[in-house]
């Protein structure tokens, strides 16, 4: 993902010999999805990518060290949300959800999750 400066970061596994970034002409596709309150705490992340299973430990790494609890890295045939994407993603990011500051010493509050207009792509 290119940072707001322009450079481009790519996280690699070390039993890769080569990484390449095209920037121009790539036609990989990831999505991601983040959570945050409305207070300013950070909620957990999710990273669709395309593929069957996601085998890199450096991305395991930062998902341990660098993100929030309950985030999680999700391979779909598209990197697209689908149905069955959704229902893999929603149990880890309830988890993360529920472990915030803000929420977890009130068990009683019931959440609203909005997507900004995005919803599944089912694939007919």
Known sequence: MANADGSVRVIA?????????NTDDSRASIASLRIGLASGAQGP????AKG???DRKSIA???KD????????IMSPSAY????????????FAN????LDAIKDHPDWWMTLTCD???SHTMD
């Open 13 to 21: 596994s070390l039993s890769k010999k080569k990484t390449e970034k």
């Open 45 to 48: 992340f999710a990273f669709l």
């Open 52 to 54: 069957v299973r996601m």
């Open 61 to 63: 790494k930062a998902l």
């Open 66 to 73: 660098c993100c929030p609890n309950g985030s999680q890295a």
């Open 81 to 92: 949300v689908t149905d069955d994407t959704w229902l893999n993603l929603v149990p880890v």
């Open 96 to 99: 993360g959800i529920w472990s």
């Open 117 to 119: 207009g995005f919803s």
